[in-house]
């Protein structure tokens, strides 16, 4: 009874059409071309680096045909991983396979026949209506045009990464002064520009603002004249580590001003450490860092009532503290389950939690984080059948639930809370 149940609900929620509320895809090649373009997400190349493969294979000149050929060959070594079934997913999928098991010796088969089938004009309508996706999140950098693509379909999303961090690098104010024709040297400038990217952003049709934080940052507001002190030490190279600290407190939480000003939610995504492997490949040197906890951000929660902050942590352990959060304050919203998180036993564990304890019209059940189409298929494929084993036996089988009940809630976790908190 259990399993036909949850095939049933299953069957149901792949019928509601997503909205993916946050990825790194490029709007302009939004689909894969290759299969190297699939193999070469960071998962795959930092799994199979881990598990022997030499970097060799990973540079820019190697032939990208022979790099699909490497990682498949050490596929063997990670296929009890997520990671390994959602690309078998993805090769049965989209491009035919029907062996039992992938190996360097479906190189040349699948090589050919991905660049055969990614070839054809319709090829990315295609892998968005098989996976039952109507809109993407995207992530801008601040200075993106966002020009020459389908902002309906590819939803801009301003990240502001460098924005609160890499102001010190002149490369980065070099970018802010040609977006915004501000040369930021004080606390006005910089507020000016800010408006001016979100004014630019928003008329664009941006629906949220974005920015993933450090484990030991903690938002406070910062006063103009201490902020002036610290962009003046950031343009002349010499900034203490406090000036750094408030600089970058001040810049957030002028960010926070701003998604309050012009509506836009917050995406907080919290506590990943950079460059922990230093030898590591690309994408594939940081990882998460306990050390952090919300109270890091009750001034921020506490300052700005009327911005919704979706918040996404790295550490299922994390979990009971955001899920507390969101139970408590009204502006924080339980967000997807984010790159370490993003593991079925993870995911299970943390969204019976939420579903449990969360207003159900505060959660954003899932994201994909893809940087490609083919990625949303299977990535959301497993988080449907968690939450139809969740549903099942938590909801129907324990509350008493009626199937309509259980699957209007998948839909608000799934579509209709994205919908309404980034107004899309």
Not at 5 to 34: F, G, R, V, W
Request: include cysteine.
């Amino acid at each position: 009874m259990t399993d036909t149940l949850q095939q049933e609900l299953y069957t149901e929620i792949s019928k509601i059409t997503l909205i993916d509320p946050h990825s790194h895809i490029n709007p302009h090649q939004a689909a894969s071309k290759s299969l190297d373009d699939i193999l070469g997400y960071h998962y795959y190349t930092e799994l199979a680096h881990s598990a022997g493969m030499d970097k060799k294979p990973l540079a820019a000149d190697f032939k990208p045909r022979e790099r699909v050929r490497a990682i498949l060959a050490h596929m063997n070594r990670f296929d009890n991983t997520v990671q390994y079934q959602w690309f078998d997913e993805i090769a049965r999928t989209f491009l035919g396979y029907q062996g039992e098991r992938l190996s360097a010796d479906d190189c040349d088969t699948l090589c050919d026949n991905a660049e055969k089938l990614m070839a054809q004009p319709d090829w990315e309508d295609q892998v968005l209506k098989k996976s039952n996706i109507e809109k993407v999140f995207l992530t801008n950098d601040f200075d993106d045009p966002l020009e020459g693509f389908d902002t309906k379909r590819y939803v801009p999303c301003l990240r502001t990464d460098d924005l609160v961090f890499h102001l010190d690098k002149k490369e980065v104010r070099d970018r802010l002064a040609k977006a915004t024709d501000l040369d930021v040297g004080t606390a006005a400038d910089l507020r000016r520009a800010i408006l001016k990217l979100f004014d630019r952003f928003t008329r664009k049709g941006a629906r949220a603002c974005a920015i993933s934080l450090p484990p030991d940052f903690a938002p406070q507001a910062v006063s103009d004249d201490a902020l002036n002190s610290a962009l003046q030490a950031a343009r002349a190279g010499n900034e203490a580590l406090d000036q750094r600290r408030l600089r970058n407190a001040g810049t957030f939480w002028m960010l926070a001003e701003h998604c309050r000003q012009f509506r836009l939610p917050f995406d907080l995504m919290i506590g990943v450490n950079r460059r922990v492997y230093e030898q590591g490949v690309y994408q594939g040197q940081d990882l998460f860092d306990q050390r952090t906890s919300l109270i890091q951000y009750k001034e921020l929660f506490n300052a700005f009532p009327d911005v919704t902050f979706c918040i996404s942590v790295l550490t299922s352990s994390q979990n009971q503290e955001l899920a507390s959060y969101s139970w408590i304050f009204p502006n924080v919203v339980t967000s997807g389950h984010w790159w370490y998180s993003n593991i079925p036993v993870f995911i299970e564990h943390d969204a019976r939690a939420r579903l449990q304890a969360v207003p159900k019209t505060k959660q954003l059940g899932y994201y994909s984080d893809m940087y490609k189409l083919e990625f949303g298929l299977p990535k959301f494929n497993m988080y449907r059948r968690i939450l139809a084993r969740i549903l099942a036996n938590d909801f129907v089988g324990d509350r008493g639930w009626k199937v309509d009940q259980a699957l209007d809630l998948a839909r608000l976790v799934l579509r209709d809370n994205v919908k309404r908190i980034f107004n899309v």
